[in-house]
């Protein structure tokens, strides 16, 4: 009974220890416009002093100064199935912007009502496709006045943005429409996190583990 219960330990052990090393997401800076951008100390969202109507949620994830990825987009790095979770942290803008995913809108900033929202989606990856993503500004009209999807021509105009990596499978996305021409990237603000799917074999396997522990200290008793 002890080398089972111990065996069963082992394997939940190595099961769950996978969970903090997968690697979902990245980023492709193979584009002709991709560089290195210095986050300026009038964006709204890396400088909270500058918010003075609250349209950002959480204290920044990023300081002035830090280093951003200019005109790089974000793909899959596994074929693995995993959970992709976007949040609106927030916006600076006074134009509509909005971020839209697999042709969808998902969050705008018509009114702060949306900010610290959540969407979740369980997907597979396709390691070095991009993810299907983007941002659009729109007149007043509703038509659609500039757009910058996830690809290769990030960068190529002045309606782009930057990717702040903050870690293995965690991103910011910071968009600027220029309206203002200040180039500081803080005029929508989405934060993208790549997690782990829990399959019911691994909970079962954590389960048996926990028993055999249970097991084994009340053998050594």
């Known amino acids: ?3 089972f219960s111990k065996g069963i330990v082992l394997a939940a052990t190595f099961a769950v220890s996978g969970f903090a090393n997968a690697a979902y997401i990245g980023t492709d800076g193979s584009g002709s416009y991709a560089g290195t951008y210095n986050v300026p100390g009038d964006n709204s969202y890396a400088n909270g002093s500058l918010d003075p109507k609250g349209y950002f949620s959480g204290a920044p994830e990023y300081s002035v100064g830090d280093s951003a990825l200019m005109g790089n987009s974000v793909v899959y790095t596994s ?3 995993f959970r992709l979770t976007f949040t609106f ?9 909005v971020f839209l995913y697999n042709g ?5 900033n018509r009114n702060t009502g949306t900010v610290g929202n959540t969407f979740s989606t369980i997907v597979t990856g396709t390691a070095g496709a991009t ?4 941002f659009a500004t729109y007149k007043r009209s509703g038509s659609i006045l500039e757009s910058q999807g996830n690809d290769n021509s ?4 002045s309606f782009n943005f930057v990717i702040n990596e903050l870690g293995t499978d965690f991103l910011i996305l910071s968009l600027d429409d220029n309206n203002q021409v200040d180039d500081n ?4 603000l989405i ?3 790549a997690t782990k799917v829990t399959e019911p074999g691994t909970v079962a396997l954590l389960g048996l583990g926990l028993a055999g522990l249970a097991l084994r200290r009340k053998a050594k008793k």
């Open 89 to 97: 942290i927030g916006y600076e803008a006074g134009w509509e912007n």
């Open 154 to 157: 990030n960068g190529s105009t």
């Open 185 to 188: 990237h803080d005029d929508l």
């Open 79 to 81: 074929n693995d199935k």
């Open 191 to 193: 934060k993208v996190e």
């Open 131 to 134: 993810l299907d993503f983007g």
């Open 104 to 108: 969808v809108e998902i969050f705008n």
């Open 1 to 3: 009974m002890k080398g």
